[in-house]
């Protein structure tokens, strides 16, 4: 006998929006002396997340200058980035099907790192002068 | 010794021997029920250890299958990033 499962609206799974980065307006913002993880997850058209996403897809992440922003080696979906020093950049995430049946997807993110909050204290005491 | 006691010496030998093959045939013939018994309980438990991997394959294969149809029904068409919140280095 056929069976009729009743699920409240708010028990289905959510779209997803837009994920929660660190942004000024559309800008990634992180400091020189922080470091973040972001996760990726694939949807579908409607928005809603696939599950298994680390089986269907590939992450690889790189930043337009090294120097300013790096990111480690991706597990899965997932991958840990770093600020070095303030400056502009542009981060690429590159997800790529295992099985070339979608995608492959690209996501360019322009982005700042700033300077940190105060550490230490610098003084530059002048050049002495005849008064 | 008189015919008849050699006689009946004989039968009575007869019947012993007789005696003897018909324990005989009925000990082989338990050893032989025991040992069909035996293989029977092997093949049984064989056939289950059979089904259980079965088993447990048919379930591995209705879960690449219910993976595939899930994206062949709902194939990825974007992505959506958390980009994480920034915090100190180290912590």
Redesign the interface.
Known sequence: MPTVKFVKKSALPKA????????KGDL????D?????????????A???????D???TLSASSSDATLLTFDPPTGLTDHY??LKPGTITAT?V?T?NDG???P?T?E?PGTVNVGAPNAATVDWGVPTIR | MTDQQAAELAALSAAVQADYTDRQAKAALAVQEMEDADRAAAAAAQAEREAEAASLKLIEDLKKLRAYVEEIVNPPAGVSVDWGTPKPKGK
């Open positions: 997803a929006g837009k994920a929660g980065p660190p942004k990634l913002v992180i400091g002396d922080q470091q973040a993880t972001l996760t990726v997850a694939l949807v579908d058209a928005g809603f997340p696939i599950p298994n996403g089986t269907l897809a770093n600020g995430l997800i099907a049946s979608f995608g997807f996501i993110q």
